[in-house]
């Protein structure tokens, strides 16, 4: 079983739409999470923390839920240029700081 | 946020033939850099860990004398991957991690081996 686990969509969404997603992730002692972008053939890059109480930045909401051990992310108000690929990231309180395990992500592709 | 640079950016190579990625922290030290490779569709794959002045760590399946891993100095990194072949055609991904910043990753180095 993978350690992080994510639907690879893709996800269709229309422009202006709401798009929300889960990540699964097998290892309890995790304790930091994020949620990154990756357009393609590009590096990730960071798009947000995901923190015990939930928390927004935009358009954009992460919750974690422990008890069944995922985070989700949800894009209000969709725009073309949300299209890319949401990794999910999962840091063990076990692991060193940076060692991260990945999800292979969930493609979003928002339509005009 | 701090910069990671890679380089090259793309390289193709005859099967055989070694090939050198340097990842550079730009604007920060980093004690710890970390190499990822990255299969189509797949997710990233952790391949090691990379300490400065000592030893790489290596993830269980990752051959140390195919990915030779360098850390010469707080700012640069080197993996190597000897004698490619084919299946090492990836893209490969390093992160340096700024302690108050937090985990930048590079560009990433796209190798394809023929």
């Known amino acids: 079983r993978k350690e992080v686990e994510q639907d690879p969509g893709p996800f269709n969404v229309p422009e202006g739409a709401t798009v929300a997603f889960n990540c699964t992730y097998s290892n309890s002692a995790s304790q930091s999470f994020f949620w990154y972008r990756q357009d393609c053939r590009k590096e990730p890059k960071l798009l947000m923390s995901?923190?015990?109480s939930g928390n927004e930045d935009g358009r954009f909401t992460a919750q974690l839920n422990r008890a069944s051990q995922y985070i989700s992310l949800l894009i209000r108000d969709s725009k073309l240029s949300d299209s890319a690929t949401y990794l999910c990231v999962v840091n063990s309180r076990t692991d060193s700081w940076g060692k991260f395990q990945f999800g292979a992500g969930t493609q979003v592709v928002v339509t005009p | 946020g701090a910069v990671v640079s890679q380089h090259p950016s793309w390289v193709i190579c005859k099967s055989g033939t070694s090939v050198k990625i340097e990842c550079r922290s730009l604007?920060?030290?980093?004690?710890?850099m970390f190499w990822y490779r990255q299969f189509p569709k797949q997710s990233l794959m952790l391949m090691a860990t990379s300490n400065e002045g000592s030893k790489a760590t290596y993830e269980q399946g990752v051959e140390k004398d195919k990915f030779l891993i360098n850390h010469a100095s707080l700012t640069l990194s080197t993996l190597t991957v000897t004698s490619a072949h084919p299946e090492d055609s990836s893209f490969y991904i390093c992160?340096?991690?700024?302690?108050?910043?937090?985990?930048?990753f590079g560009p990433g180095t796209r190798l394809t081996v023929l």
């Open positions: 995901v923190y015990s």
């Open positions: 992160s340096a991690r700024d302690v108050s910043l937090g985990q930048f």
């Open positions: 604007d920060f030290q980093a004690t710890t």
